[in-house]
């Protein structure tokens, strides 16, 4: 079932970190803090955004994937960024809490 | 675009001529295609004659006639495209070419000492500042592991003291 | 070992600056990520999953102590206190941000090494037989021509935007341990109608999408023309290898698409005309200086048995099934090849962390002259052992964890990283392979079952080599989940077989019990002495399907 929320990652330019674009048009590493956008034109914003980004020099590559978005938080619908949010699922010890709401740093 | 040669921006007398298009009165350069259709008449062109080679055409279709050139402009479509390094090294090294080796196409900084080992001795590039890292380009690299078609003495020439 | 002299650190010292010279680039803009992504990759720096990964070279599989103590520096320097070991004998770091990369390229160089060419569309790590210079079946020793081809792909100006990667093998064995009839170009040594030692070229094999076992296109190749007939092959493919299509643009695909003998027409050809335009590229006196690099160490005057470790083979059953695994015969009387394994029972295979790496370094000094191996199975080798000090070295081996009777065996697993780390994968493999090394944790009954490959890639690139497994393991993607086809009978030896596909794949739940039956099926109906893939080749496909699927 395809959703139609969806996020805009990247990875960062200087560590290759997984990153989120979230609605202030900041790159968060808490999958929490993505701004979860529906339709096309508010995506096409949000990866306007990105590309100015990498113009900048922030981050290389980004692209959007669907999220579920409800009651228990924001999912991956997708194994693959499932594990870039929660890490390798064979290294507990690199996990990262992907259940965590967002926080502002 | 600028046309680089021996680190300065030098002007190019060359003109590119579309295939349906009268020769200049000047150096003239042409496509594969059309010298194949007319060789017999550009071969009377009062001044300098130059080809066009696209990096999926043969080297060995000119070789014969490579006195009447001075100059062969290879292409690099994406620099990542690296056919015109083996087009130029069959051009110098088997065929003897002595004129003008161009890279023409998507010339960069970073590629520059690879096309240079391989005989091409000026470049058209989209960034004229390219010329400030000439220097860095060429010499960032001292060593060469194998022949090419430059003169630079290899770390086998140089080990056994041959070359 | 080869040891760098002035060029050759010149050399990488250089490239380390260029580098720098690149990345400051990238930070500051000067250069998109589009161009700078092909310049880092030939630095072997990959943007994976979570982070970038930097795959470092060791030359066919070849290391000092002192190259592994600066790996494990390495690890717990920049990255997270580990590294993995690769299919084809390199090293890679899973955590290195992008700044820093610069300082560890400076600090390999210190030691000799560096991380060119390991990725990007160029001559690759050229791999060898882990027993090299050591085995007792070798016919000549490879690591002398795999120095060669190293330094004469390195940097090279014609051939450094190739249509796709480019891999080569050599052995000098007839048992090939270097898989060189599945790389791109395989050099096979064998002695010419001089009994002069030469080279059979091998040309078009490889794994992934289309996978092709290679094809003899010269039986015997001289070994002063070497690397003009490898020239010979790489311009033919750089100029006719397909540019249109990613997953067409290996050489196999040009051989294939060709015709083998067309190709070798054009490949003799080429080689003709060079040979006869240019002085050797292979003198004489470079070839001897090398070799020199390559001669025995100094080895003690020993028996040929020992009547120490004898005894320990009889008081210590332990002992006893970790020789069986781990010792292969050596041509020097009284030393032993040690084969370390680095697949504990559910352990991440290949993986070491940094205090491993040390202990090994240490071991290798102990018990040899400092010398280390990497398989393209993952594992490590040791490769001068006195058989007398075999007892002593297990039990530091068992001290440091790394004393696993396993080698060869079913839980001797050879996994990608998959979709836990690589950007390119469809399903996860190190937990199947975690999970099928549990299940069979048993000794007695992994030693009963015998030899048994078992090769696991999480997707279609095949970076795990599962096409040439005993036993394969596709990870696929079916519909959003993560599921696993199985092959059978594949061998990445001299008797090269690609695996054939049982049937429909099965879902993570299920793919271990399928191993199972699997190995049920060959414990049936295996003869005296055979071992899977001896009884896989008798019976053939169908009772393994008839028992995974009930129907044939």
């Keep these: ?105 | 675009m600028a046309l680089v040669k021996d680190g300065a921006i030098v002007e190019d007398p060359w003109t590119r001529v579309a295939d349906e298009a009268a020769l200049p009165d000047g150096p003239a350069l042409v496509s594969l295609v059309r010298w194949r259709a007319q060789a017999a008449s550009l071969r009377g062109h009062n001044h300098g004659l130059g080809v066009v080679l696209a990096n999926d055409e043969t080297v060995d279709e000119i070789a014969g006639d490579l006195e009447r050139f001075d100059l062969v402009c290879l292409e690099f479509p994406k620099f990542q495209d690296g056919r015109a390094y083996s087009q130029a090294r069959q051009l110098r090294q088997r065929h003897g070419f002595t004129g003008e080796l161009r890279a023409t196409g998507n010339v960069l900084r970073d590629q520059l000492l690879f096309m240079i080992r391989c005989g091409f001795d000026a470049f058209e590039v989209n960034d004229p500042a390219l010329v400030q890292a000439w220097q860095r380009a060429l010499t960032e690299i001292t060593v060469a592991y194998q022949q090419a078609a430059d003169t630079r003495r290899t770390a086998i020439d140089l080990r056994t003291g041959a070359g | 070992m080869y040891r760098y002299d002035a060029f050759d650190h010149t050399l990488v010292a250089e490239r380390v600056a260029q580098f720098r010279d690149q990345v400051n680039r990238r930070v500051a803009g000067a250069l998109t990520e589009d161009e700078f992504k092909p310049l880092r990759l030939m630095n072997g720096l990959y943007l994976q999953l979570h982070a970038y990964m930097l795959r470092v070279a060791i030359p066919y599989g070849v290391l000092s102590a002192t190259q592994m103590r600066r790996l494990a520096h390495i690890a717990r320097t920049y990255d997270k206190g580990y590294g993995h070991f690769t299919t084809r004998q390199n090293i890679q770091y899973n955590w290195p941000d992008l700044e820093d990369v610069p300082d560890i390229l400076e600090e390999l160089a210190e030691v000799e090494m560096h991380a060119i060419q390991t990725s990007g569309n160029c001559i690759r790590n050229v791999t060898a037989d882990p027993f090299a210079g050591v085995a007792a079946d070798e016919f000549d020793d490879p690591r002398v021509y795999a120095e060669i081809i190293r330094q004469w792909s390195t940097l090279h100006p014609e051939f450094s935007f190739l249509p796709r990667k480019f891999k080569i093998a050599i052995t000098g064995a007839p048992n090939d341990r270097a898989a060189v009839m599945v790389h791109d170009i395989g050099l096979r040594m064998v002695a010419g109608p001089d009994g002069q030692p030469g080279f059979e070229v091998i040309v078009g094999g490889g794994q992934g999408r289309t996978p092709m076992i290679g094809h003899v296109v010269r039986g015997y190749l001289p070994v002063p023309q070497l690397l003009t007939y490898l020239e010979a092959v790489l311009r033919v493919y750089n100029q006719l290898g397909r540019r249109d299509n990613l997953y067409k643009a290996r050489i196999k695909i040009l051989v294939h698409e060709t015709g083998k003998e067309e190709f070798t027409r054009l490949v003799e050809q080429e080689f003709a005309s060079m040979a006869s335009e240019n002085p050797p590229a292979l003198p004489g006196g470079e070839l001897a200086r090398i070799r020199a690099c390559f001669q025995p160490p100094a080895y003690a005057d020993l028996p040929a048995s020992s009547p120490e470790h004898d005894l320990a083979l009889t008081q210590n059953r332990a002992f006893a099934r970790w020789v069986k695994t781990a010792v292969a015969q050596h041509k020097q009387a009284g030393y032993a090849i040690v084969t370390i394994s680095l697949k504990p029972i559910g352990g991440i295979p290949g993986d070491a962390s940094a205090e491993e790496m040390d202990a090994v370094a240490d071991l290798s000094e102990r018990y040899g002259f400092g010398e280390i191996r990497v398989t393209h199975e993952q594992n490590l080798v040791l490769p001068d052992v006195p058989r007398k000090d075999l007892f002593a070295l297990w039990q530091a081996l068992e001290t440091a964890g790394l004393g696993t009777a396993n080698v060869g065996l079913v839980s001797d697993i050879i996994a990608c990283p998959g979709l836990d780390y690589c950007n390119l994968a469809n399903a996860r493999s190190i937990p199947i392979a975690q999970e099928i090394s549990e299940r069979f944790a048993d000794l007695d009954r992994q030693h009963d079952i015998g030899e048994l490959k078992v090769k696991i890639s999480g997707c279609i690139n095949a970076c795990g080599h599962h096409h040439v497994g005993h036993i394969g393991i596709l990870g696929v993607d079916r519909k959003g989940v993560e599921y696993y086809q199985v092959t059978l009978g594949g061998d990445g030896t001299q008797s090269a077989t690609l695996g054939e596909i049982v049937g429909p794949s099965f879902a993570g739940g299920e793919i271990v019990n399928a191993v199972e039956t699997v190995v049920a099926t060959y414990l049936a109906a295996r003869g005296e002495g055979e071992r899977f893939l001896d009884t896989y080749r008798r019976i053939g496909a169908a009772p393994f399907k008839e028992a995974l699927y009930g129907t044939r």
């Excluded at chain 1, 995506?43 to 900048?56: H, K, P, Y």
Aim: charged share 20%; net charge neutral.
């Design chain 1, 1 to 105: 079932m395809a959703s139609s929320h969806r996020i805009v990652t990247a990875n960062r330019l200087r560590d290759g970190a997984v990153v989120y674009l979230t609605a202030e048009g900041r790159w968060s590493d808490m999958l929490a803090c993505g701004a979860v956008v529906e339709g096309e034109a508010a995506l096409a914003v949000l990866l306007a955004q990105a590309e100015r980004s990498v113009a900048d020099r922030l981050v290389v590559a980004p692209y959007a994937f669907p999220v579920t978005s409800g009651d228990d938080g924001v999912h991956p619908t997708q194994k693959r960024e499932q594990i870039r949010a929660a890490g390798p699922t064979v290294h507990p010890q690199f996990a990262r809490a992907t259940g965590l709401p967002c926080a502002t740093r």
